[in-house]
């Protein structure tokens, strides 16, 4: 009684349950594997993307090393710089009792105390303004080395600023505006 032309029930069951298991898991398996292949992919270019970059941290380190090295092996070129030309260096007197003895560097000081006389002389200053300064400076001067007989620790008189050429522009502009009146008038 088996017919050609039929088939066994159990046969004919057991396909289609294969059939609708295959229609079933044919979906997620789809999707399973092209998440396989997409993760595989977005890894393989982050991997790209980070030896990427390695490699241009370290082209890019090693060119400012060259470029470093190269600074540091060239030698500068210094400008020249012509020697300072010394025709007559300006007196000097040393500054303590053990350079020279207090006479000498009286006379010495003398000696340019004279020379000063002269040029004010010839600048056109009055005379007794003139000597007044450098009787001043000289009495100073002395006081100065006498107290460095006796005190090691003296210190040299500070400078005086000139006051001299300021008071006679002052006594010439008295002279043409007398207080109380008016540019010299009378």
């Known amino acids: 009684m088996n017919d050609d032309g039929t088939v066994n029930d159990l046969v004919t069951d057991s396909v289609s349950q294969l059939n609708s298991m295959l229609i079933g898991a044919t ?27 390695q ?4 082209s890019s380190s ?21 020697a300072p030309a010394v ?4 007196p000097f007197m040393p500054l ?6 207090s006479a000498s560097l ?15 002389k010839e600048s056109g ?3 007794q303004d003139n000597e007044k300064e450098v009787t001043n400076l000289i009495t100073k001067l002395q006081s100065y080395l006498n107290g460095l007989k006796s005190d090691k620790t003296a210190t040299p008189p500070q400078k005086q600023e000139n006051k001299n ?22």
């Not at 003398?110 to 000063?116: E, F, G, S, Y």
């Not at 010439?172 to 007398?178: F, G, I, L, T, Y």
């Open 55 to 58: 490699n241009s941290q370290i």
């Open 87 to 90: 025709d007559n260096p300006p």
């Open 62 to 82: 090693a060119a400012v090393t060259s470029a470093c090295a190269k600074m540091l092996s060239t030698q500068p070129t210094l400008p020249s710089v012509p």
């Open 27 to 53: 979906p997620p398996e789809s999707i399973g594997l092209l998440d396989i292949a997409s993760s595989e992919t977005i890894g393989m270019a982050m991997y790209n993307a980070v030896s990427a970059q």
């Open 125 to 127: 200053q009055s005379q």
């Open 106 to 120: 009286i006379k010495e000081a003398d000696t340019l105390a004279n020379d000063a006389v002269e040029m004010l």
């Open 165 to 186: 050429e300021d008071n006679n522009e002052n006594k010439k502009a008295e002279d043409k505006n007398p207080p109380g009146g008016e540019g010299g008038k009378k």
């Open 96 to 101: 303590g009792p053990d350079k020279a003895d």
